[in-house]
């Protein structure tokens, strides 16, 4: 109680003290602005302008500088990831902007290039799970269209592409894709890429959808394809079995939270081939290949329904997605690129580190990662990654990271110790040499948990940043010491 009233009082001393040193202040400012006002008005008009412009100068500065300091963050370049899909400008301007910065485009381009191929045609996709009869279907659809059109040219892959014009002269191309599901991953991957850049997919299925069929229909409506789902081989199941298929398959994309019409899920026979064995008249047997007979016409008129309905929307459908995809394409270009390009900005700055220490006559026991390189590396990161951060967060976060050196120093130390012993031949290891090797390390930690931060936040947090630097500096350590003591080597030689 006897603290609380003396804190009490205290403060109260306090405050009057910091109200009476105001009121000085304030009658000590305003009589000598008075007096040199007075002065100035006295005086020619001149020196009065002279005076208020070097005052309004002086006044703009410090806010400058304040406002540099302090206030500004520059906003990054922020991706749109949400919001409304990407125009044509768009993901053109970002191309532009990838490949200035040399990023490598060319998949995210051949996309464009392709889709501009396609642009006449309506396109349909048949894909689905290994054997769910695609081909069957392709087949039975378009019996004429047997001529393999590769619009792409050169592809290696198992696409096939026919070309075909319906009774309406348009113009249709129909793919045939690999089989998903199948135990090669790349041709799952090479089909659902294909299903996204046509106008329409046929989704083919034999019985109710699987895991994997779920998720590639989910998969496809994220990319807001137009689908209608085919549930082939219906011959093998009685009326009353394929009404409560159909039924199950309506509710299985609606469970997804895709909407689709009754009339775009259909039960078809797309027939096939069959081998049978033959009696003849005197009781042999013999082997024979016989077609099914198919039976399509729900399929056709499913088709024919959505491309009225859809219309000049199917196109612009088309075109969102594969706008869609060739970000994803340009988005793993561009983590490539930054990939690669922050392992040479950590390698020049551990090399330099190295050199610095290597040079120092009498190498220190401390570890400063606040200058030049520290600073440089770190705004080289930070601006690769797209963050733009505040002079002082960088400053913010090396000081805060440097607190977090001095802990991890012995750390560093040994591990550098122990990493060059692997070398064999170095016999006794200098203690200049293990500390220029620990100097490396430590900025090859540091580079990498900002590369892995950066990457996480998308911007220099300083206290996360640092946070983070220090939970990964053992591990960083441990893994770079081969690099860097290779590095402190070869320095060392030249
Ligand atoms: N019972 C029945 N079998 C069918 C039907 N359609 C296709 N099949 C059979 O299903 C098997 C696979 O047919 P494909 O057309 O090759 O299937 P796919 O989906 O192209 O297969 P992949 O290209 O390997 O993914 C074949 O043995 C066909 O004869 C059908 O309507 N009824
Ligand atoms: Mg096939």
Known sequence: MKLDRFIRIALAAVILLVFIVATGALLFISESALNVWDRLKAGPPVMLYAYVGIMLLLAAT???????????????????????????????????????????????QAELKQLAARKNAVHLCFFGEVSAGKSSLLRALVPEADVVVDVVGGSTDDVRHYRWR??????????????????????????????????????????????????????????????IIVLNKADRYSADEQASLLQRLLERVDDIGGQLQRDHVVAVT?????????????????????????????????????????????DIRRERAVFKMAAARLAEAEGEYRLQRSEQIIRNSTRKAIVGALAAISPGTDILIQGYIGTMMTQELCSLYGAAPRDLDIEEFLSLSQ??????????????????????????????????????????????????????HGELLPEVAAKEFEEGISEHLEAGVRRVARMALDEKKD
Not at 427 to 450: M, P, Q
């Open 403 to 456: 607190s977090r050196v001095g802990r991890a120093l012995p750390l560093s130390l040994a591990v550098a110790g122990n990493g060059l012993k692997a070398f064999p031949g170095l016999g006794t290891v200098a203690g200049g040499l293990v500390h220029a090797v620990a100097y490396g390390l430590i900025f090859d930690a540091l580079g990498r948990s900002l590369v892995l931060t950066l990457s996480r």
């Open 270 to 314: 797309a027939g096939g081939e069959v081998d049978v064995i033959e009696r003849d008249a005197d009781g042999g047997e013999a082997n024979a290949r016989r077609t099914r007979p198919a039976d399509i016409g729900v399929l056709v008129i499913a088709i024919n329904r959505l491309l009225a309905d859809e219309g000049e929307s199917l």
């Open 62 to 108: 410090a806010l400058w500088l304040i406002w540099r300091l302090v206030v500004r963050r520059k906003i990054s370049p922020k991706r749109k990831t949400s919001g409304g899909p990407l125009s044509k400008t768009d993901i053109e301007n970002r191309l532009r902007e990838a490949e200035a910065a040399g990023v490598d485009v060319s998949e995210a």
């Open 166 to 227: 319906n009774d309406d002269g348009a113009e249709i191309l129909l793919t045939d894709v690999p089989g998903i599901g199948g135990t090669e991953q790349g041709l799952t991957s090479v089909a659902t890429d294909e299903a996204k850049r046509a106008n329409i997919v046929l989704f083919v299925c034999d019985s109710d959808l699987t895991r994997s069929e779920m998720a590639s229909v989910k998969n496809l409506l994220e990319f807001d394809k137009p689908l």
